[in-house]
């Protein structure tokens, strides 16, 4: 079989199968139950030190 060919067919059946499961592992690792605190921690980093300077 021919190089191109091979992995030609590979693309096409097992990687897209392991990316769609990659992006579905994703998906849930962000949507998991506790990480609103951290997500919402974060998002807040722009904004911590809107009143005053950092300290140096």
Request: no cysteine; glycine share 4%; hydrophobic share 50%.
């Amino acid at each position: 079989m021919e190089t191109y060919t091979f992995l030609r067919h590979f693309a096409d059946s097992w990687m897209l199968l392991a990316l769609f499961a990659f992006f579905v592992g994703v998906v849930i690792f962000a949507f998991r139950p506790g990480s609103s605190k951290t997500y919402k921690d974060v998002s807040n980093i722009p904004f911590r030190h809107d009143d005053k300077p950092a300290a140096d």
